[in-house]
């Protein structure tokens, strides 16, 4: 059974940052493209970054600068780290699970909340 498990997610004060953290299980990890998603009240999905498992990581470009995605396939892990937050970053953020080589094999977390706000 494949899991995503998001953490991190909170109430943070306009300018503060959170990490947040997808710890994957049931999959082999290296195989996988990971990254973050994001989805505000009215709003598509829209992606964030994603990493593969060698290589830079890839952001959408209205999030290059503020957040850094990271993964370590020793823990399963992709982690984002979110800096200089603003309201209208408020979202649910998720996690997904792409296979590299095959169309159709991904996965998604629960998601979690964040909400940035004075």
């Known amino acids: 059974q494949v899991q995503l498990v998001e953490s991190g997610g909170g109430l943070v004060q306009p300018g503060g940052s959170l990490t947040l953290s997808c710890v994957a299980s049931?999959?082999?990890?290296?195989?996988?493209?990971m990254g973050w998603y994001r989805q505000s009240p009215g709003s598509q999905r829209e992606k964030i970054a994603t990493?593969?498992?060698?290589?830079?990581?890839l952001y959408a470009d209205s999030f290059k600068g503020r957040f850094t995605l990271s993964r370590d396939n020793a823990r399963n892990t992709v982690t984002l780290q979110m800096n200089g937050l603003k309201p209208e970053d408020t979202a649910v953020y998720y996690c997904v699970a792409r296979h590299f080589n095959r169309p159709g094999d991904d996965y998604w977390g629960q998601g979690t909340q964040v909400i940035v706000s004075s």
């Open positions: 049931g999959i082999f990890f290296p195989s996988y493209i």
């Open positions: 990493i593969r498992d060698s290589g830079p990581p």
